[in-house]
Each structure stands twice: as structure tokens, then as C-alpha cells.
């Protein structure tokens, strides 16, 4: 309700319009940074009253005033400073009992102080908050943002005080037919500031956007970009790879940007087996910051994934942004390591983060581990594919995604979507997002992870978008919502595209410690059994090059009431959400020892 009138109502606050625009920082986590994490106070707001008038007209006097009650003035029927605080980052459903189910608006604010300094640019960067938000600084609009996993900045230079300031958000997750994701999801809509919110500082010149990777079919030369806001042309940029001896400078052009090739001597290649990273330090006028990176190539040659030249077989395993133990929104670095720990434990060397992006954290710890990831915007089921409006909400979250992670050497697919309907509409939506991901990253690989047709014994791979991607995701449940494990033996794979492929999702469910034969439902015998069914027909599949079953850990779904069992958790985690470690896991721990055994 609060965003269908806010977006009516919103659209022409002037406030808004005259505020300079850029379309978000990079590299946020290498810059110096102004923490506004910790304890926001907040205000449940399920009727919109913090913006709405009884008869819906916008206040002047929202809860973005902060008002505070005078002594002989109007009543004030709200208080920040006396209502209860959220922390943040974090999502609001897990931290109070009451907003367990919560759908709607919360209003966060926080004091912070700040001293102006010359010649500076400052931003207030929210690194991700579900599903969309409205932010105030000293009782001035200064953004919105929709889609609840990428990050958003919002320009507050010229309007900070030196001394005190507060900031207010609105953050409304509510769920939306024209959303991206839509209404339905088997995911929990955690809502709120679910990841790090920060001040960042920047000299009015700064470096705003810059691609830098290996050349494809070089060993050692690294070519890209560096694009400068602000700047006038002719203005240097420098990049600097102390460990390489590389010193490299370049000229902007009337666009911003400096393109950049050089020879990087004895450069280590990237890989999961040897994650080497770089300093790498870029430099445009005052701004200079040091970013970490690796570089490789990835490829496909025929049906092979090529990294670095080599073929490669992606022994992976699907993850949902779920705190381990604790439940939640995973926020911590604790929350990645113990996911990505559990990887590495299991022998994989590939992650697919599902449904949508993860945190920063979590890619760049996976570049630190050394494990390639597949990351995916939330095109998730029946999307409103024919609403132009819909598409662009769906290129804005994939242009966020792109943008903050282009630097991270472990991401090597981009996916477009999942379990889509085979609509005209939606292949043309889908078509759109695959050019995009190319316009704005050439070097990494599309994908999407497909639905397959049956005839008979038969399972087919001939979804249109196939031809648009470098590499097919297929998604199977046999043994679960379909058939039995054991009809896995007898299934012939059949696929249209001279392409590789990679089972991007199979499994079933079980409860940790529920025990029972092999054909019991819920029981970690059959979830096993069904993996071991899957591991041998999966190796019958020519062109198949990874696999990431579904899913690592159990994960809070609102799709799975079942008492006893599921209480609201999708239970076909390899591990439950209590970090215990269900039978399945070891029958894959040991296919992918032997898999790597078999390739070293
Ligand atoms: C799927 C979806 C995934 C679900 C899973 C399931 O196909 O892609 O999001 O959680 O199946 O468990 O049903």
C-alpha cells in the first residue's frame, strides 16, 4: 500500500530532481568509509502513516522530520528517540518476534556526526535493503531505490552540517506482481537494511567505474577502463601493480573514460587451486584507492568451460544468503565463511549464489578461497515479462550486480534468470537482459538455469533462450517432484545446443536426524540415495561441465509449513540451518574427491 500511493506521490518531489545523479560507487569495501551500522531506532509502519495523510495525501510532516513534541504544540504521535532499535545490517524478521511475517514499511533513523571537508563528494551507501527505500537526510529527500540485493548510493554532499545530522529510511518489502523478484519466491522476504550502510567520502574527482581483466587468449596482458566522474578530458589516470612492476598511465577521453592495455611480466593466473590476488592501486587526481584482484579467462570452446585455456569440471553446489546457525539474512563475515567453508570442505571449486546477489563479502572471500561463482539477479518464476517497466527494473539490478563485482576474479557466469515460463514475452525480456550482461561485461560467461521437457524417458534441453547463452543451466528434480530416484537410471539426456551445460539445480529434502529406508520421503537415507541415483546418471551426460545441486544449507521458506519437518525451512540443504551435516553431503564430498582424484 505504502509504495503503490509513494510511487504516485513521489514521483514529482522536486527535492529529488535537483540532486546530481551517478549511478553508484565501485569498490566501496576498499575505500575509507563512515560506518553507519549499529542500532537504528525504527517505527512498524503497516498503514503508511510516516508519509500518508488520512485521506493519502503526502505529508509535509512525515516521519522523515523527525519531529519531536512541543510543549504546548501539536501533538506529535511518533518518536524516534524512544522506539525500539533494529540493528544494522540485518534483516528485521529474525532480531523481533514480531515482524517474524512483517511485509510492509519500516521507518530506521540514526544521528551521526560529520565535519564537512573541502572539495569533497559524499554519498550515503546502502549495500543492500529489501525491497525498496526512501531516504531522508536532515528532513531532505535525497533518493529511492528498488530490488532488495544490490547496492544504491545517494548523494548528500549539500546537505550535511558540520556537527549534527540524522538519516532516515524507509524500507518497504513489500511484495509486488511487477517486482523483480514477483510475488511468489521460495525464499524468505527478509526485509530492512539487510547489509552495510555507510557514508563515503570521495574527492570531487573520483574514480567511479573501471573494468580491468586479462586479454583472452593472453597470458599476461591485462587490458580495460577507468572512468572518472567529474572530470575534464585530458586528466590522468594511473594503475599501479606493485608486484607485477606495472606503473601504467593513461588520458581520459571526452567520455571519462582511459582505456588501458599493458603486459603484466609473470603474472599467477587465478584459479580455485591457486587464488593469487594483486594489489592493485587506482589513481585519478586526489582519488586514489587499492583494490584486490585476481585475473584469469574463462571461456567455451565447443561444449568445454575454459579456465585460463584448460578445461574445466565445476564441482559446485547452489547457496541461498541464509545465516548459518542463526537464521536470517547471512550479514557477517562469519555468515560467508562458514558457507564457503563447508564448499571447500565438500571438495567443490565452484558456487552457484542463488536467487539473487549475495553480499560483497561473499565474493570476495570466494576470491580469496578460490571458488568460481555463478551469480543471478532475482528473474525468478512467473516475472511480469511483457512490462516494459518491469524489464528495466530487472536491467538496473543487473547493471548493479555487474558493476560491483566486475572487479572479482571468482565470478565467471552472470545468469539472467531461473525456471522462467517459455512465453514469447518472456524470451524477448530475457534476449534484452543477455545483451545487456554482454554490453557490459564481454568477459565473463551468460547463463540462465533452464526448465527441461519430458517425453517419456526422455529429458529435454531445448529452451529458446539456449541460443543466447554461452553456457545452458538445466534445473531437474527427478526423485522428488517427479518420480523416483531410481528412474534417474533410466533417463537419456537430450539437449539442442552445441553448448556446455551445467545442472544447475537437483536434490530432494530431508530432516536432519530422520532416519528411515532409502524410499522414505524426508529422510536423510533417500535424500542420499537420490544424490547417488543423480551422480550416475549425471556422469552419463556428454556435454555436462558442473553441477550445483540444491542446496548447501537449509533455508526459511514460506512455501514449507509442514510441522515437524519442514517449520517453514526448505529442507533439501545438504547440511541443516543447525550446521549438522545430513548423510547426502558425504555421498557428494566423496563424488567430487573422486572427481578432482580423476582430473589431477
Ligand atoms: C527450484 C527453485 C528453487 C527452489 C527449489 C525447491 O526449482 O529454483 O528456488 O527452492 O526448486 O526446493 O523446490
Redesign the pocket.
Known amino acids: 500500500m505504502f509504495l503503490a500511493q509513494n510511487r504516485r506521490l513521489l514521483e514529482g518531489m522536486e527535492s529529488l530532481r535537483s540532486l546530481r545523479k551517478v549511478c553508484g560507487l565501485v569498490a566501496v569495501d576498499r575505500r575509507p568509509t563512515i560506518g553507519l551500522n549499529g542500532d537504528w531506532h525504527t517505527i512498524v509502519d503497516p498503514y503508511g502513516t510516516g508519509l500518508y495523510t488520512f485521506h493519502g495525501d503526502l505529508r509535509t510532516d512525515g516521519y522523515f522530520m523527525n519531529g519531536k513534541q512541543a510543549p504546548d504544540g501539536e501533538p506529535v504521535e511518533y518518536n524516534f528517540q524512544q522506539s525500539p532499535v533494529l540493528q544494522v545490517p540485518g534483516d528485521w524478521n529474525t532480531q523481533r518476534e514480531s515482524l517474524f511475517f512483517y511485509e510492509g514499511p519500516i521507518w530506521y533513523k540514526r544521528d551521526f556526526s560529520y565535519q564537512r571537508q573541502p572539495r569533497t563528494r559524499v554519498f550515503i551507501h546502502v549495500g543492500a535493503a529489501n525491497y525498496r527505500s526512501y531516504v531522508w537526510v536532515n528532513r531532505q529527500k535525497v533518493c529511492e531505490h528498488e530490488g532488495g540485493f544490490t547496492p544504491f548510493d545517494c548523494e548528500v554532499t549539500d546537505l550535511l552540517n558540520d556537527g549534527k545530522n540524522f538519516v532516515v529510511i524507509a524500507v518497504d518489502n513489500t511484495r509486488l506482481a511487477d517486482g523483480i523478484p514477483t510475488l511468489q519466491t521460495?525464499?524468505w522476504n527478509y526485509g530492512g537494511l539487510t547489509r552495510d550502510v555507510s557514508l563515503v567520502e570521495v574527492p570531487e574527482q573520483f574514480i567511479d567505474d573501471f573494468d580491468l581483466h586479462l586479454k583472452r587468449g593472453n597470458q599476461n596482458i591485462i587490458e580495460g577502463w577507468v572512468h572518472v566522474e567529474g572530470v575534464l578530458p585530458e586528466a590522468q589516470v594511473t594503475v599501479r601493480i606493485p608486484e607485477l612492476n606495472v606503473n601504467k598511465t593513461a588520458k581520459v577521453g571526452t567520455d571519462g573514460r582511459a582505456t588501458l592495455e599493458f603486459e603484466a611480466g609473470d603474472l599467477e593466473r587465478w584459479s580455485p587451486d591457486h587464488s593469487r590476488l594483486y594489489r592493485v592501486y587506482l589513481h585519478a587526481g586526489q582519488d586514489e584507492f587499492e583494490d584486490e584482484m585476481g585475473f584469469k579467462t574463462v571461456e567455451v570452446r565447443g561444449t568445454e568451460i575454459l579456465l585460463n585455456g584448460s578445461p574445466i569440471f565445476l564441482r559446485g553446489v547452489s547457496i541461498h544468503a541464509e545465516a548459518p546457525y542463526r537464521t536470517g539474512r547471512a550479514c557477517k563475515d562469519e555468515d560467508m565463511k562458514t558457507l564457503l567453508g563447508w564448499v571447500k570442505e565438500m571438495g567443490g571449486n565452484y558456487v552457484r549464489l542463488?536467487?539473487y546477489p549475495h553480499d560483497e563479502r561473499m565474493t570476495r572471500l570466494a576470491d580469496r578461497m578460490g571458488l568460481l561463482v555463478w551469480s543471478e539477479i532475482p528473474v525468478y518464476w512467473a516475472v511480469e515479462f511483457d512490462k516494459p517497466a518491469v524489464l528495466a527494473k530487472a536491467e538496473q539490478q543487473l547493471c548493479e550486480m555487474i558493476r560491483r563485482d566486475r572487479d572479482k576474479a571468482s565470478v565467471a557466469f552472470w545468469s539472467v534468470a531461473?525456471?522462467t515460463p517459455a512465453t514469447p514475452a518472456r524470451i524477448e525480456f530475457l534476449r534484452a537482459l543477455v545483451t545487456k550482461v554482454r554490453e557490459q561485461d564481454p568477459m565473463r560467461l551468460v547463463t540462465a538455469?533452464l526448465l527441461v521437457r519430458t517425453e517419456g524417458r526422455t529429458k529435454i534441453i531445448d529452451d529458446p533462450l539456449g541460443a543466447a547463452l554461452d553456457v545452458i543451466g538445466f534445473?531437474e528434480?527427478i526423485g522428488w517432484y517427479e518420480q523416483a530416484p531410481e528412474d534417474a537410471d533410466q533417463t537419456v539426456w537430450k539437449t539442442a545446443y552445441e553448448k556446455p551445460l551445467i545442472v544447475s539445480?537437483f536434490g530432494g529434502d530431508a530432516k536432519y536426524g530422520l532416519h528411515g529406508d532409502t524410499d522414505k520421503r524426508w529422510t536423510e537415507e533417500y535424500q542420499a540415495n537420490l544424490y547417488r541415483h543423480q551422480l550416475v546418471m549425471l556422469k552419463g551426460i556428454g556435454r555436462l561441465r558442473g553441477m550445483s545441486p540444491?542446496i548447501l544449507m537449509d533455508f526459511r521458506?514460506p512455501r514449507r509449513p509442514m510441522p515437524g519437518i519442514q517449520d517453514y525451512f526448505?529442507r533439501?540443504g545438504l547440511i541443516s540451518d543447525q550446521g549438522e551435516k545430513k548423510e547426502a553431503f558425504y555421498v557428494l564430498q566423496n563424488a567430487y574427491r573422486e572427481l578432482s582424484a580423476s582430473v589431477s
Open positions: 521460495d525464499w542463488a536467487h531461473n525456471e538455469a534445473n528434480y539445480e540444491w521458506s526448505n533439501k
